[in-house]
C-alpha cells in the first residue's frame, strides 16, 4: 500500500532521541527551547510556544486572546474537527466561514459579508480561524484587514504549512494575524510524533500561551502577586493546563527542522509533476494562488464519481483518503443547529475529494502507479 502521507525518519532523527533518553532530562530540559527557536527562524516569528498538539497550541491561543463563555469563534467547515472543537473547549460557541470553490480556503467575500452582518446584529467572533489547507495560505493580507476593522483577533491554523510561504514571507511570521499554529503529527510536513507550536510577535501572548500550556504556574518574579519568599515559590495565577512537549519530541523536531527546506522543495517537485500527468485525466488539480508558495501536505483532486474511484484506487493499494468531511456536519455539530446546505461549497467540495499520495519520499515510481491506478478508475 502506498500511504497518503508517511513521514520521513533519518538516522540523525533516531540519535537525537536516544541521546536524550541518555540525558538528565525526558521533559522541561534544553530541548524544548532549541525546537521554539528552530521555529522562530525559519518562521521569523519572535516567539514560539511549543506543545504536545496543534490541538493543545489551538487551545491555548484562544485562551491567550480570552476567549470564554458568550464569545463566539469562525473558522471553515473544511478542516480538521480540532479548528472548531478549540472554540467549544473555551466555552465559546463555533461558526463557519464557507470555503471558496478553486482552493478550499477560507472565502475572504464570504468572510467579509458575515463581519458586516454580525457587526449590524452586535455578534462579532473574537476570533477567527482561517487554516491553510493543504499547505496554501489563505489571503491573509485581506483576511487580517477585515478582521483588524472589526477589531475580531486572528489565528492561522497552519497545521499543513509549516516551510511555506505567502507574499514571498514564511507562513508564521503573523503579519497579519495574532497567532500563528503549526502540527507536527507523523503524517504533516515536519514531525515530533505528536506536538504543535504556537508562534506569535506579540511578547504578553507569548507568555499567556507559556502559562496556559503549564498549569498557568509561573516562576517570574516579575509576574508575581506576592512576594517570592525562596527559590521553591510558584504561583498559579490561571487555570490551565498540562500541554507540555517532550525532550525525546523536541529533540526530534530540531533534527527534522535542518531539513524543512528539503521536504516542502520535494513536496513543491512532486506536486508540480503530478500537475503534468494529471493534465489529461477527466479530474480538477487542486489551484493555486500566486501569492502562496505550498507546503504541499495534501494533494486533494476533485473527480466525478467519488465513492466509487475511491473504493477501486483503495483495491489497487493506493491509500488515497478523504480532506476534509465538513465538520459543521459532523453529529456532534448538527446536535448544535448546523445541517447541509449551510456551507454549499464546502459540502460540494466534499462530495468530489480525494487526497492522493503525497509525502517526501514517494518516489516517482510510486507516483507513476498512483497515475496508473486513477487513470484505470476514470
Ligand atoms: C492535524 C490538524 C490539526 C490537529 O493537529 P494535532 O497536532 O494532531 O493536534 C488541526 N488542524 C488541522 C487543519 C490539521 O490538519
Known amino acids: 500500500m502506498i500511504p497518503y502521507g508517511r513521514q520521513d525518519i533519518s538516522q540523525e532523527d533516531i540519535d537525537a532521541v536516544t541521546e536524550v533518553l541518555r540525558s538528565d532530562f525526558l521533559t522541561q530540559g ?12 525559519a518562521t521569523r516569528a519572535k516567539h514560539a510556544v511549543a506543545s504536545n498538539s496543534a490541538t493543545s497550541s489551538l487551545h491555548v491561543a484562544c485562551l491567550a486572546l480570552g476567549l470564554g463563555e458568550g464569545d463566539l469563534l469562525w473558522t471553515v467547515p473544511n478542516t480538521f474537527v480540532a479548528s472548531a472543537n478549540v472554540g467549544l473547549y473555551c466555552g465559546a460557541d463555533v461558526d463557519f466561514v464557507d470555503t471558496t470553490a478553486d482552493t478550499y480556503l477560507m472565502d475572504a467575500n464570504a468572510l467579509e459579508a458575515k463581519l458586516t452582518a454580525a457587526a449590524a446584529a452586535g455578534r462579532l467572533p473574537k476570533v477567527i480561524i482561517p ?4 499547505g496554501q495560505s489563505c489571503d491573509m493580507k485581506r483576511i487580517g484587514a477585515l478582521a483588524r476593522a472589526h477589531g475580531v483577533k486572528v489565528v492561522e491554523d497552519a497545521s499543513h504549512a509549516i516551510g ?29 510524533a505528536e506536538g504543535g507550536c504556537a508562534t506569535t510577535q506579540d511578547d504578553e501572548l507569548a507568555y499567556r500561551m507559556g502559562l496556559f500550556r503549564s498549569h498557568g504556574i509561573t516562576r517570574d518574579a516579575d509576574r508575581m502577586r506576592f512576594e517570592s519568599d525562596g527559590g521553591w515559590y510558584y504561583e498559579q495565577l490561571e487555570l490551565g493546563l498540562n500541554y507540555r512537549m517532550t525532550e525525546l519530541q523536541a529533540a526530534l523536531g530540531v533534527s527534522q527542522m535542518t531539513r524543512l527546506d528539503t521536504f516542502v522543495a520535494r513536496r513543491n517537485e512532486l506536486a508540480r509533476r503530478y500537475d503534468e500527468i494529471l493534465a489529461d485525466l477527466p479530474l480538477t488539480r487542486p489551484a493555486q494562488n500566486p501569492d502562496a508558495y505550498s507546503a504541499y501536505h495534501l494533494y486533494p483532486i476533485q473527480v466525478e464519481d467519488r465513492a466509487r474511484v475511491f473504493g477501486e484506487l483503495r483495491e489497487d493499494g493506493i491509500g488515497v483518503n ?51 491506478a486513477l487513470s484505470a478508475a476514470l
Open 30 to 41: 534544553p530541548a524544548v527551547p532549541r525546537f521554539e527557536a528552530a521555529i522562530c527562524a
Open 131 to 134: 487554516v491553510h489547507f493543504a
Open 164 to 192: 511555506a510561504r505567502y507574499l514571498d514571507a514564511p507562513v508564521g511570521d503573523c503579519a497579519h494575524s495574532d497567532i500563528c499554529v503549526f502540527s507536527f503529527h507523523p503524517v504533516k510536513i515536519v514531525t515530533t
Open 322 to 372: 478523504v480532506h476534509y468531511i465538513p465538520v459543521h456536519l459532523q453529529p456532534y455539530y448538527r446536535d448544535r443547529g448546523f445541517k447541509p446546505g449551510d456551507f454549499p461549497r464546502a459540502e460540494s467540495y466534499y462530495d468530489h475529494a480525494i487526497s492522493i499520495p503525497l509525502y517526501a519520499g514517494l518516489t516517482e515510481a510510486d507516483q507513476d502507479r498512483v497515475v496508473a
